[in-house]
């Protein structure tokens, strides 16, 4: 009887050993939550600086094969006009719109050259226009 007694203490060892309770579950539950929950933060975040980053990257791309489109132009004398256009950089659609700005700038013997003022914003988003300025066959 003794050993019955052993046997049926260890099997009820066994069994109260054998899963996790209720309690422990809800607290795996709670921090696997948090951690996932700051996970998926910090992969948005992520996503937004780099699309972001790409945004302004590819429009410093536009704007420099317009600066580049303006020193030839301005190397051949011919005139460069307010224009509005779509342009497509890795599947991306820009509108880009050029405006002439003339101003008084006493730069060597030419009193009046003109500032070219590129406003370029991407069709599918709000995310805001980006403004660059130039001379025409310069930059700064």
């Excluded at 700051?38 to 590819?58: H, M, N, P, Q, Y």
Aim: with cysteine.
């Amino acid at each position: 009887m003794n050993r019955e007694h052993q046997s049926s203490e260890f099997l009820n060892f066994a069994i109260k050993r054998n899963g996790f309770t209720v309690l422990e579950v809800i607290v795996a539950i709670f921090i696997f939550g948090c951690i996932s929950a700051a996970l998926v933060k910090t992969l948005s975040t992520a996503d937004r600086i780099r699309g972001r980053a790409s945004f302004i990257s590819e429009t410093t791309i536009l704007a420099q094969n317009e600066a580049e489109r303006l020193r030839n132009a301005a190397s051949f004398k011919t005139e460069v006009l307010d224009c509005t256009y779509i342009a497509t950089v890795n599947s991306r659609s820009y509108s880009v719109e050029r405006r002439i700005i003339d101003i008084e700038t006493g730069i060597l013997e030419n009193k009046n050259i003109p500032e070219i003022e590129l406003a370029i914003k991407t069709e599918l988003s709000d995310s805001g226009y980006i403004y660059f300025r130039f001379l025409q066959g310069f930059s700064w």
